[in-house]
Structures are given as C-alpha cells and as structure tokens.
C-alpha cells in the first residue's frame, strides 16, 4: 500500500498497515526531521521493523542527501531476519514503480561466518578462522610472497584487492547468505568484500557491537556521515552491553599466557635485530612522529586493537620509556608481575582508577602515560613483527587493554580483586576485575557522532530510565499500544496456590515445600489445559535446578509427562539448541511440550515462539540480578551519585524488563495468540506493573491480577475457548488493521493510487 505522512510518500509492502505501525512512523519522521535522537517502544509482534525500514528507506530516497542508515541488531538470525524484510521491500517498491537507482543494502557478520575458503571455513573457533585468515592476508604475508613462492595466499581476498570498492559487486540488497554465494560464484571474500563496500552502502546492517565495542568499532564504522541514521533495534540491554565492551577480567590464567607471550615476544625482537633491524628502526621513528600515523595501515592488518583512547591522546607521540621494542616488553614484563603480586593477596580489594594507578607507580614507578598506550603500543609491535597467529598473543591483549582503561579514565570504572569463588565458597580462584560503571562511555561518542540515533524494543519501560544512564535527550520519546479486534493475549498475575499459600521467589521463601509445591500444581494444571508449547521461565539456573531437583522428588515432572514432554534449556549453547528442535518437533506432531528456561539465557532473547511453539508463557518468580554481587553494588552507588538512581528503583526496572521479555515471546503477531502467566505475589503490586510495558499494562484488568492457581485455571480455559472460535479477518478493518480509507478517517493522507491485492496479507510476523 502507498500512504503519506506528511509530506513523504510512504511504500509499505503489505496491503494494510496496523495503527500503531502507522503511529510508530510518524513518530520515527519527527524525529529524523529534527535530526534529533528517538527513544520508541512497541509491541512485540507487530512489525517493527518492516515500519522501521519502510519509513526511514522511504525518506532515504525522497529528500535530498540521502542519509545513510545503520541498523545495529543482536543475533546473526536477526541481522539475516532484517535484510530478508529489507530485500522484500525493495522488490516490492520495485514493482510499484519506484525508481530506486543504485539502492545498496547489505550485512556484515564475523569471519567465521562469512568465510568461504575451502579450508579455513571448516574451523570451528572464530578466533581460529582469524588467525588462519591473517596468515595468508597480512600486508608482509603478501609481500613476501612477491619473492617467496611457497607462501600460501588466499585467492578470494587477492580477487578484492585488484578492483576497486565501486567494482566490486553490484547494487541490491544482500543477505549474508547472498553474500556467501556471490563471494563463492566471482571468487571473492565475502567477509573483506563487505568491509570495503560499507561507505557506499544505503543500509548497512550488523551488531551492536561494531557500534558500540571500541575495539571494532574504530576498524568498521569510522567513515560514517555524521547526518547517518544510527537504529539500535531490540535495544532494551544496551546499557548492559556497553559496560561489558568496556569491562574486562584477569585471571591467574591469563596472566600466565600472558608471561609466555611477552617471552615470544622477545624472542621475535631479538630474531628481527638479528635479520632485519631496519624494521625495528622505522617503527620507532614512526613513533616519535606520533601514533595516528603510525597505525595508518592497521585497517586491514590489525586486530589487537586499543579499547578507547580519546582524539587529542591519539595525536601524542608514544612516551619515550616504551618506544623502543625490547624497552616495551621489560614494561609489560614489570606489569604482569605487579598484577601477579597483586593476586596473591587473599582479601577483597576494592578501589578506583586513580588509587590502582598510585599504587602502581609507588611500588614500580610506572608512570600512568606509557600504561595509556599500552594497547596501542602493542598493535604497533604485533604488526611490525609481523606475528599473523594473534591467538597466541590473545591474553597479552587482555592486560594491554585492561592497562590502557585504567589510565584513560578516573570516573565510571572500579578496580575489583577478588581472592575467592564466592563468600561462602572458599575455593581460591582470584580474580582481578576492570568493572565499568557508566554506560553512557561507550555509547556517548556514538550520540556526539550522530545526528540521528534512535533506540528501540518491544520492552523499554520505565523510558525516562534510559535517557538518565546513557546520558542522551531524546526527542521524541514515544510508547505505543497493541489495537486488536480481539484480546488476542491474556496476561494473568498468580499470587497463590489453591491452598492459598502466598508463592513469590523471594530469598526468603523460594525453597519453602509449600511454594514449590504450588507452582509444580501451577505447571500440571497449565499441562492440562493448554494445548501444544509452554515456555516455563525461572530468575537463575541455581533455581531452576533446585525446583526441578524438588519437583522430581515430589512427583511434579511425573503428572507433567503424562500430559507433555518436557526440555530443559542449560548454559552450554549446544546442548539448548538440540532441546529447543526437539521441543519444537514435539509441538509440532502433537504431543506437546514444555520448556524451562532461564531469563537471561539464549531462549529469553531472540527466540520466537510463535503460534503453537508457545500458546502460554508462565514466569516464576522476578528475575532479580544477584544482589550481593560487589561489582552490581558499585554501579548502583555510582548510579545513585551520577544519575540519582536509586538503587530499588534499578533493580526492579531490569528485572521486569527481562520478565517482560520473557512473556513478550509468546505473540509474534495478531493472528497468534498466548497466555503470559506472571507467578509471583510481587507483580500485584502498583510499584511493580507500573514497571511493564504499557501495552502489557493496559491489559492487567483487576480480575487477573491476584489469582489463585485454580482461578487462574479457570480463566485460562475461558481464553483458549474463545481464541479457538472462528475469527473473520475482515473484523480487524479499521480497528487493527487501517487501509488508505482508514488513515484519512483518522486525520492521515492516503493515496488515491490502490494497489491490487491478490491476497490478503494480515500475518506482519517480524
């Protein structure tokens, strides 16, 4: 269909467009027309994404400028999901005459996932894919080669570096798995060919990381305008991930592969002196002339590279003491063994930056610039050794980086030592932890960057929390509600059992028989009585092991067998994916099935489980993070003192939003329709449903909100009664589902062109 907002000209590739889809793009229009940032939540399951890329491709193509869009996802499935949508809506502008000339969309991935070398692809481990692909691409690897003729290169990527980037492939949008095939049909490296061609892409399409992790981000997403429209989709974590990008762990392992490296290290130094000091020499006046140059060419080469070091630090010249190569090793040499005497206490350290770096220099004398540059100092030494195996080199990386954050930033981060698995758990297993407490570090360049970055997800609620911890205003902050024709899903709230014994995951009152016991009835009775999958979700895996543990003694798991088949979703990634197919097969062939999961894990995010794969979600208990984590409790004191967060008011904030998570993945569109079951006396409470999305909350009435199981029941019988009634897709018209008529109804601008539909295409399944 073809509908105007405002102005623009709007393709949508369906033949009705939902209201809040409607909503949603003249909320993303307002944005980009004030090149402002955005901050916009709706519903799971009602095509967010295609209205994400038909707006902003629309506004691409009809305004002058032609602004870039990068759209940042999760998961590879979800990069893959959107280029397929994106690849759609070009056909489909195609065939309604749009004249889309040189329209460029594509996606980039790792290595490993794009490498089609018969050989190299075969390795399992990405970080193996990249040291094999570096042994044959290396700028000194392909020199040599010129002379030495048993030197194995990769001819995929020698095919790219004799073309120019605008030659290299054709304009269209790409999946990675077209990517893949047009690499192995013209004999070219999918992975490098993606590279080159992101500054002439219209869309680029990747993961948050190369956005938001500094090192990636600087090799891959550098040259972008500063008028680019930067989307982060799915964003309900980002502040997560930014304090993991920036967050890094040493332990006594690491420090010992890190000594081996720095010996290899020598090693290497002393065979080049010995064979070509020339290089040795060169480098070192690079240096004195100043880093940016020096690392010029480390676009193709470099992997190793700095986790973040400001403009102005960029422009310095390394510090004298670790210029020269064999100085610079006796450096890191001095540091591992500062970082070994530091792990042999046996107490909890806690400190900032600046006291870890005063102890630094009063027991070593190690001054804070050269630490600095540690990260860099090393790219530059890998590279002019022309070491192509970085695995080896990994953990000596950890400690550069881990150096060079320390002295880069006073605020925003906390030096951790702990000399112990837990409190309890005396098992000495030290660690020293670089905890970042800001998020607002790592996504801050990208809000300066970029006119345009719009956050976005199915479970942003509270909103005014987010713009407080990234430090970002946004200007249109807008929440949306699911129109539906009928009440396609039921939230319901269970405070008690049918013994009406209160049931809560409480510390308190979790491993209470009665509370087990109850939510085991919980279970059985949903077994009974809703057909095909429950999705069955718990706040850990130390919990949901306990329950099971408990629920097979007393017989719960037995009553649950005679009705469904039960998986279990575990922390190894192999293993849920075989529980979760199998799952599925069971859904499929009838006989039903329940899956327990964790919040948190794989299956509470990204995975779909639409349509008979999830007719009911139940979550037992809230998803609290462990409260008596030391790093947790420093980033809710530096939130209560930067942001005035207060620390009750953050907990419950992420722990409902991966509740609301979690119950978001049974309906993935108006045709579906499921039961979200929130099982804890807590979620009846104003303080906490205030804290869900809105277009679950309008929907929490005061007859599902203190449930007995057995109520609960009840009402759970009278909603799957009623989906399995027949439902007329023409009653959707003008309600949930608007054509052009029903858009100047309600105040819009249709078009007088109509678009003939063969079909009726309802089902918008992002």
Not at 141 to 158: H, M, P, Q, S, W
Not at 251 to 278: D, H, P
Not at 551 to 573: C, M, Q, R, S, Y
Not at 672 to 682: E, N, P, Q, S, T
């Amino acid at each position: 269909m073809r509908f105007f907002i405002d102005d623009l000209p709007v393709i949508f590739p369906y033949d009705y467009v939902y209201p809040e889809q409607y909503q949603y793009m003249c909320a993303l229009k307002r944005s980009l027309d004030s090149k402002g940032h955005g901050m916009l939540e709706m519903p799971s399951g009602t095509g967010k994404t295609i209205s994400l890329l038909s707006l902003i491709i629309a506004y691409q193509q009809f305004y002058p400028g032609r602004r870039k869009l990068v759209y940042c996802s999760r998961t590879v499935p979800e990069i893959d999901k959107a280029l397929a949508e994106l690849k759609r809506l070009m056909q489909y502008r195609q065939s309604q005459g749009c004249h889309d000339e040189n329209f460029f969309g594509l996606g980039l991935t790792s290595r490993k996932n794009l490498c089609v070398h018969p050989r190299v692809s075969k390795e399992r481990k990405g970080a193996v894919v990249d040291a094999r692909c570096r042994e044959m691409t290396a700028s000194w690897v392909r020199a040599k080669a010129k002379t030495e003729g048993n030197i194995e290169l990769c001819d995929f990527y020698e095919k790219i570096q004799t073309l120019e980037a605008a030659d290299l492939i054709p304009s269209g949008v790409y999946t990675l798995e077209d990517l893949i095939d047009y690499g192995k049909e013209n004999v070219m490296c999918p992975y490098y060919l993606a590279r080159r061609v992101i500054p002439l892409a219209d869309v680029i399409i990747y993961s948050f990381h190369y956005m938001l992790d500094p090192k990636v981000a600087e090799l891959v997403s550098k040259e972008f305008e500063k008028d680019s429209i930067v989307v982060f989709d799915e964003a309900h974590n980002i502040d997560s991930i930014c304090i993991d990008s920036l967050s890094i762990d040493i332990n006594q392992r690491t420090l010992r592969a890190s000594t081996a490296s720095v010996e290899r290290l020598g090693e290497r130094i002393e065979e080049m002196k010995n064979q070509n000091s020339e290089k040795l020499r060169d480098e070192y006046d690079r240096l004195v002339d100043g880093l940016r140059d020096a690392l010029a060419a480390r676009d193709e080469d470099m992997v190793l590279t700095n986790p973040i070091l400001p403009d102005h630090v960029l422009r310095d010249a390394i510090p004298g003491n670790i210029r020269k190569a064999d100085h610079f090793v006796r450096f890191l040499k001095r540091f591992i063994e500062y970082l070994k005497a530091r792990m042999r206490v046996m107490h909890v350290v806690a400190e900032t930056t600046p006291s870890f770096l005063k102890h630094i220099r009063e027991v070593t004398y190690i001054e804070r610039k050269p630490l600095r540059f540690c990260a860099e100092r090393l790219a530059s030494l890998v590279r002019t050794l022309e070491i192509t195996d970085l695995e080896e080199y990994g953990a000596l990386a950890k400690v550069a980086g881990f150096a060079t954050l320390c002295s880069t930033y006073d605020a925003g981060f906390m030096v951790l030592f702990e000399p112990y698995e837990s409190d309890q758990n005396r098992v000495l297993n030290p660690v020293l932890h670089l905890a970042c407490l800001d998020a607002a570090i790592a996504i801050k360049p990208v809000f300066q960057r970029f006119n345009t970055v719009i956050i976005t997800s199915g479970t942003l609620s509270p909103m005014e929390m987010y713009p407080r911890m990234l430090e970002f205003a946004p200007v249109v902050q807008e929440s949306f509600t699911m129109t539906l024709a009928r009440q396609c899903f039921a939230p319901l709230v269970v405070t008690r059992g049918g013994d009406q014994v209160t049931v809560s995951s409480k510390f308190e009152v979790r491993n209470d028989p009665a509370v087990v016991r109850n939510y085991g009835n919980l279970l059985i009775e949903m077994s009974r009585v809703v057909p095909d999958g429950i999705v069955a979700f718990f706040p850990s895996y130390l919990y949901m092991e306990s329950i099971v543990a408990m629920w097979n003694e007393n017989g719960v798991l037995k009553d649950v067998w005679k009705h469904k088949l039960i998986f279990v979703e575990t922390p190894d990634a192999a293993e849920t994916s075989v529980a979760l197919q199998n799952y599925r097969t069971a859904c499929n062939n009838g006989r039903g099935a329940v899956l327990l999961s964790v919040a948190r894990g794989k299956v509470s995010e990204g995975i779909d489980f639409d349509h008979n794969y999830g007719r009911a979600v139940v979550m037992f208990g809230i998803p609290y993070q462990y409260t008596e984590s030391r790093i947790l409790k420093a980033r809710l004191e530096f939130m209560r003192e930067a942001h005035q967060i207060r620390e009750n008011d953050f907990l419950t904030f992420d722990a409902l939003r991966h509740a609301s998570q979690c119950i978001g993945r049974v309906l993935r569109g108006k045709t579906d329709y499921g039961l979200m079951v929130l099982a804890d006396k807590r979620y009846s409470r104003a303080d906490k449903r205030s804290k869900l999305p809105r277009w679950i909350n309008t929907c929490l009435t005061e007859t599902s909100l203190n449930l007995s199981t057995d109520m609960a029941i009840g009402l759970m019988r009278k909603f799957l009664k009623a989906m399995a009634q027949p439902f007329d897709m023409k009653s959707q018209l003008g309600v949930s589902m608007w054509a052009n008529e029903h858009i100047v109804q309600h105040g819009g601008r249709g078009d007088v062109v109509t678009v003939e539909s063969t079909s009726m295409e309802v089902d918008q399944v992002n």
